[in-house]
């Protein structure tokens, strides 16, 4: 157990560690959405996966077979997303990079918008944005997103298709058993080389490839700092840990930006 008096040294050891840093950075995880009360893609407690199976809705081989399941669920996503709103965590990086650190390059493998609606300027999306559509077929080339209003729509409420070439739409998100695109990870890639400081927020470090990118910016002589309530398996190699979570923490620490400043 962390008393208070710990905790606050570690909140002043996480701010100095931004102040002093030149290239700080954020990589965000399900945790953090979570408090928003979307549920995690992950398997454990408060997973989605408790009430859906991942295998009819949430990989390509179920998108290949039926379309209309995975539809299905990303309207669900779509629902979720919608109706949650940034937590104290988001308001509070989104003002670190307003006030502080200008450029902040945040890194989530995070499908919702809530870093965006917080104030975020430079996210990437490891794992894509469930509420963009794009053609199944990338006939535009990539990432071929089509706007809500451009979709061609069924009456029945079937999967809506590609007004170009009349393939399934899908959601802009990576699903089980595909790759990342190149575009985010080249990003994360390039962070992973110029940061030194990165500030994990909520992550387990239980999917990879993205999970991976903590240590390999460690690997390049970054520091970590980890905000996270349970253990992770980054946690080990972090140089420090705040048992809290992002509503908690990320606050206390623009409080303490605010004082060093002051």
């Not at 709103?85 to 809530?114: C, K």
């Not at 991976?212 to 460690?218: D, H, S, T």
């Not at 980890?226 to 606050?251: G, K």
């Amino acid at each position: 157990m962390y008393d208070e008096e710990i905790i606050t040294e570690l909140i002043h050891e996480a701010a100095d560690m931004i102040m002093q840093s030149s290239r700080p950075s954020a990589f965000t995880g399900a945790g953090m959405s979570q408090e928003s009360d979307i549920p995690t893609y992950r398997q454990g407690s408060d997973s989605i996966w408790d009430i859906y199976d991942i295998d009819e809705v949430a990989t390509a081989f179920a998108l290949h077979i039926n379309p209309q399941k995975v539809w299905d669920f990303t309207e669900l996503q779509r629902q979720q997303v919608q109706i949650a709103h940034p937590n104290a965590g988001h308001n509070a990086l989104a003002e670190i990079e307003e006030r502080y650190v200008s450029g902040l390059p945040v890194i989530t493998q995070n499908v919702d918008d809530l870093h965006e609606r917080a104030g975020s300027r430079h996210v990437i999306h490891l794992h894509g944005e469930v509420m963009r559509n794009r053609c199944s077929k990338y006939c535009q080339g990539m990432p071929s997103l089509i706007h809500n209003d451009k979709l061609i729509r069924d009456t029945d409420g079937l999967v809506p298709r590609c007004p170009h070439c009349g393939e399934f739409v899908r959601p802009d998100v990576i699903l089980f058993g595909e790759y990342l695109h190149a575009y985010p990870m080249d990003a994360a890639n390039s962070i992973i080389q110029q940061t030194d400081l990165m500030v994990i927020i909520g992550a387990s470090g239980l999917v990879a490839p993205a999970s991976k990118i903590p240590l390999r910016a460690q690997d390049n002589q970054a520091k970590l700092i980890e905000i996270n309530p349970q253990i992770s398996r980054i946690t080990p190699n972090v140089d420090v840990y705040i048992p809290l979570t992002s509503a908690d923490a990320i606050p206390r620490i623009l409080n303490r930006l605010s004082q060093i400043q002051s």
